[in-house]
């Protein structure tokens, strides 16, 4: 077997919205640093996404002054189909209190960053809402199904990482009459070599030195299907995956994992498998 290599490495800090690509990460029990700890929620304080919102993938993201924390770094928000910028801290203090926000099933508590940051969004995305942080103590455990030492996730939809192999969406190219990109997937990470869909069966390994288990197959909602550059929602690739994917009416593509190391990871590692499911 070819050996297998961490690829690509994202993060997506406010949920939803686009993502970013980095050579290393600093892997936290809650995700990757940065990874969904923000949120657009509604006039209820409901979670929005590109479910829904299609649009939403038109925001896109950086990061500017990561490397020198002194600095301030700072998450900027363009509006690709406009020259419109919006920037927050990275490293944020809020004034008031917490106010309750819903996500899938869970309710937790999070904070509004600024009147003006949620009044670009509502004015951006032509719809009332606001711009939320969940701050790194605040809980939300993962399902305690799958959990192995209690576990907390952020704002992703319900656990703290996801790999896909390059392999996996190659095979599903392959069946497809326009390929897709990754980015249709969302992934944190991304690697090279094995076979297709080689990832189900993954429980515990190691990216560079960190280890990570395995927990749980990749549900697919509809956000494959919409396009990332232009917004527009179509019918694939979910189509072509429920006809070899489908499994008690999921279609699955990817894992979800949990860290039992918090320590880094770099484009690049090798990904050692110590067991599987």
């Known amino acids: 077997m070819n050996e297998l290599r961490l690829s690509e490495i994202w ?8 993502g970013i690509r ?13 990874d969904r700890r923000w949120m657009l929620v509604d006039g209820n304080g409901v979670f929005m996404t590109q479910r829904l ?7 896109k993201l950086r990061i500017e002054n990561l490397p020198d924390r002194q600095a301030g770094g700072e998450l900027r928000i363009s509006d690709s189909r406009q020259s419109m910028v919006h920037s927050i801290s990275l490293t944020p203090t809020y004034v008031g209190k917490d106010i309750p926000v819903t996500i899938w099933d869970d309710s937790v508590t999070a904070r509004e960053v600024s009147v003006e940051s949620s009044a670009w969004f509502s004015d951006t995305l ?3 809402c606001k711009l939320v942080y969940f701050p790194e103590e605040n809980a939300r455990s993962v399902d305690a199904s799958y959990k192995i030492n209690d576990e907390q996730v952020s704002l992703a939809d319900g656990y703290p990482f996801l790999i896909i192999g390059q ?7 392959s069946k497809l009459t326009k390929p897709v990109p990754m980015n249709r997937f969302r992934p944190n990470f991304v690697f090279t070599g094995g076979e297709p869909n080689e990832e189900d069966s993954w429980r515990n390994f190691t ?17 494959p299907t919409v396009n990332q550059e232009t917004g527009e ?9 429920a006809t070899y994917r489908r499994k008690e009416n999921k279609i699955l593509f990817g894992q979800n994992l949990l860290a039992t190391d918090h320590q880094q990871v770099k484009q690049g590692d090798v990904i050692t498998i110590q067991s599987r499911s």
Do not use: D, H, W
């Not at 892997?27 to 640093?33: A, F, P, S």
């Not at 919102?53 to 925001?59: R, S, T």
């Open 11 to 18: 993060i997506y800090p406010i949920k939803s919205l686009g």
């Open 22 to 34: 980095l050579e290393q990460s600093s892997v936290l029990e809650k995700g990757l640093e940065y």
């Open 53 to 59: 919102f299609p649009e939403m993938a038109l925001l």
């Open 126 to 128: 032509k719809t009332r």
């Open 167 to 173: 392999e996996s969406l190659n095979f599903l190219n």
């Open 207 to 223: 990216i560079g030195t960190n280890r990570f288990v395995g927990v749980k197959l990749c549900g697919r909602c509809t956000i």
């Open 233 to 241: 929602k179509g019918v694939e690739p979910t189509r072509t995956l």
